[in-house]
T-cell receptor, first 111, second 118 residues
Framework: DAKTTQPTSMDCAEGRAANLPCNHSTISGNEYVYWYRQIHSQGPQYIIHGLKNNETNEMASLIITEDRKSSTLILPHATLRDTAVYYCIVRPSYNTDKLIFGTGTRLQVFP | GAVVSQHPSRVICKSGTSVKIECRSLDFQATTMFWYRQFPKQSLMLMATSNEGSKATYEQGVEKDKFLINHASLTLSTLTVTSAHPEDSSFYIC??????????????FGSGTRLTVV
C-alpha cells in the first residue's frame, strides 16, 4: 500500500469548513484513497473513499488532484463533535487484507 | 448498517491475571476479524488477523502465547490477554470484515476496550 503523509494537527472554528490534506505521491493506478476518523476512546469510523473523481456523502467531500498525488477531505461545516483524529489510507480496492493506520491528523474544532 | 459490539468497554485487572475481550458482529457474518492495540496519543497498531475456524496470524513482535485469539464462529472473536502486566495496559479495538463485502467500506470497528493492569 502507498505511503501517506498528513499534518500532525489542525484547528478549525466551529461552523467553518475543515480541509484536511493528505499526500500520497507514490499512489498506484489501482489504489483508492480512504478516510477514517477516530473520536477519542472510540473505534475508527469510515468516512469516505475515492479513486480519481471527487466524492461527496452525508459526512464529507473528498477532492483528489488530477495527478492523484494528493487529496483533501472537507468537512463543510465543522462541529465540536468532529474533533477527532483523521486517517488517510491508500490501498487497492481488491485488497481484503488488514487495514494499516498511519499517524493521522488530530483535528480540534473550537467554539 | 453493520455493527460490531465489543465487550467490556473498560476493565481493570490485577497483574498476573488474564482478561478476555469479546467482539461480536451483530447483523452480519464476519469471516475475518482484526485486533488492534492503541497506546495513548499513538495510532492503532495491528496485533493479529483471525479467520473463522483457523489459527490467527500475528504481526511481528506480538506474542501469540500472551495474546490468545479465538474465532470459533462467524459472529464472535475473543482476545485473551494472559498473565497481564502493567505494560499491557492499552486500548484494544477489534474490526470485523463481512463475508463478500467490498473492501471499500467493509471494515467495521468495535468501540474498543480500555484495559488497565494494576
Amino acid at each position: 500500500d502507498a505511503k501517506t503523509t498528513q499534518p500532525t494537527s489542525m484547528d478549525c472554528a466551529e461552523g467553518r469548513a475543515a480541509n484536511l490534506p493528505c499526500n500520497h505521491s507514490t499512489i498506484s493506478g489501482n489504489e483508492y484513497v480512504y478516510w477514517y476518523r477516530q473520536i477519542h476512546s472510540q473505534g475508527p469510523q469510515y468516512i469516505i473513499h475515492g479513486l480519481k473523481n471527487n466524492e461527496t456523502n452525508e459526512m464529507a467531500s473528498l477532492i483528489i488532484t488530477e495527478d492523484r498525488k494528493s487529496s483533501t477531505l472537507i468537512l463543510p461545516h465543522a462541529t465540536l463533535r468532529d474533533t477527532a483524529v483523521y486517517y488517510c489510507i491508500v490501498r487497492p480496492s481488491y485488497n481484503t487484507d488488514k487495514l494499516i493506520f498511519g499517524t493521522g491528523t488530530r483535528l480540534q474544532v473550537f467554539p | 448498517g453493520a455493527v460490531v459490539s465489543q465487550h467490556p468497554s473498560r476493565v481493570i485487572c490485577k497483574s498476573g491475571t488474564s482478561v478476555k475481550i469479546e467482539c461480536r458482529s451483530l447483523d452480519f457474518q464476519a469471516t475475518t476479524m482484526f485486533w488492534y492495540r492503541q497506546f495513548p496519543k499513538q495510532s492503532l497498531m495491528l496485533m493479529a488477523t483471525s479467520n473463522e475456524g483457523s489459527k490467527a496470524t500475528y504481526e511481528q513482535g506480538v506474542e501469540k502465547d500472551k495474546f490468545l485469539i479465538n474465532h470459533a464462529s462467524l459472529t464472535l472473536s475473543t482476545l485473551t490477554v494472559t498473565s497481564a502486566h502493567p505494560e499491557d495496559s492499552s486500548f484494544y479495538i477489534c474490526s470485523a470484515r463481512a463475508r463478500g463485502s467490498p473492501s471499500n467500506y467493509g471494515y467495521t470497528f468495535g468501540s474498543g476496550t480500555r484495559l488497565t493492569v494494576v
